[in-house]
């Protein structure tokens, strides 16, 4: 063919339209990327809060034994060990991180999200959170952004402004910290009447569970149409 090839100055026209046209690929692949990184991120979230809902589980099931007529002191000092480990084990889980970055600690993903303080015997006393209520959001489409991320407060009560006197959300460790040091005190009332506080934490995991299993099911809708 003799037909020559035109430049961009002599079809501007032409050009703008396919510049157009690729920015318009781009930005369909980069919402195809984001809705997959939502997916994963939910799903992520979603096996941490199952461990975390199983582990208030059976921290229930041995504050019901212990405070049953059955109990003796010498066991119960036995099942406040055992919510000692679940507590070490509650703080690890608030502590994760993926891809170098702590997963509860809003806009704070450098550092942990919990640190605690320990009594002469070493087992942890106090737990303060250290991030924010920052939210992280994608977006998934043009004009529609959604949540990536579930801040340390929403998932564990805020350890800051909660007390007994002014009321509030109480947060799961100071929940276990009290079914534990009144187990060794031996003080029924004390542990018993955290059950409760206890029951309310599963529910706000199984809320949050429900609310990342809608979410993932959404971005699987999308990518289905998109």
């Known amino acids: 063919s003799n037909k020559r090839l035109l430049t961009i100055a002599e079809e501007p026209t032409s050009s703008a339209e396919i510049m157009n ?4 690929i781009d930005e369909y692949k980069q919402y195809i990327s984001n809705q997959n990184n939502l997916i994963e991120s939910t799903e992520n979230y979603d096996k941490i809060l199952e461990s975390v809902e199983n582990l208030l589980i059976k921290v229930q099931q041995v504050t019901i034994e212990g405070g049953s007529g059955a109990s003796m002191d010498g066991s119960r000092k036995a099942y406040a060990e055992e919510i000692n480990t679940y507590l070490e084990n509650l703080i690890n889980i608030a502590n994760t991180k993926d891809k170098g970055k702590y997963l509860f600690g809003g806009f704070q993903t450098m550092k942990e999200s919990f640190t ?38 929403e998932a564990f009560g805020d350890t800051n402004i909660y007390s007994k006197t002014t009321g509030g959300n109480q947060n799961i460790f100071t ?5 534990r040091d009144g187990m ?15 029951q309310e934490n599963i529910l706000n995991m199984s809320k949050l569970r429900s609310r990342t299993g809608i979410t993932a099911n959404r971005m699987k809708s999308f990518n289905e149409y998109t």
């Open 21 to 24: 046209y690729k920015s318009r």
């Open 116 to 153: 605690v303080t320990r009594d002469n015997q070493n087992r942890i006393s106090g737990v303060s959170y250290q991030g924010d209520k920052g939210r992280w959001k994608s977006e998934i489409s043009k004009k529609i952004a959604i949540d990536i991320n579930i801040d340390g407060s």
């Open 175 to 179: 929940t276990l910290i009290n079914i």
């Open 184 to 198: 060794m005190t031996d003080s029924v009332v004390k542990f018993n009447s955290e059950l409760s506080n206890i």
